[in-house]
């Protein structure tokens, strides 16, 4: 991921917030935004598409805590066994088919 627009990681981040950020789908509507320069509608039809539910329910936090942990890529409290840090973001990588910074730096470190 670049630097980019200098207002796109700020504006990302208040989109994401008003969602609900890691609690609903903020974050990875505001990846898809990130990584892809999508539109916020755009962003949210392709987030709710991957993870197979309505649009409407990417801000439902009874859905998305669900979602979240039926597909393992992170949730606000933690869960013993369930990704968390790193390995989220990893599986949040796969899920949306997009590069993030880390976890391409962590699996060139594993040599993966």
Do not use: C
């Not at 999508?38 to 039809?45: G, Q, S, V, Y």
Request: hydrophobic share 45%.
């Amino acid at each position: 991921m670049g630097t980019g627009d200098i207002f796109g990681m700020p504006t990302a981040h208040i989109l994401a917030s008003a969602m609900g950020g890691i609690r609903t789908a903020g974050d990875l509507v505001a990846w898809m935004q990130m990584t892809r320069k999508m539109k916020i509608d755009e962003a949210k039809t392709y987030v709710a598409d991957k993870l197979g539910i309505d649009v409407i329910a990417l801000t439902d936090e009874e859905i998305m805590r669900q979602v979240r942990e039926d597909l393992d890529i992170g949730i606000i409290t933690s869960v013993s066994g369930s990704a968390k840090g790193i390995v989220a973001k990893w599986k949040i990588a796969e899920l949306l088919d997009i590069e993030i910074n880390s976890v391409n730096l962590l699996k060139s470190k594993l040599g993966i």
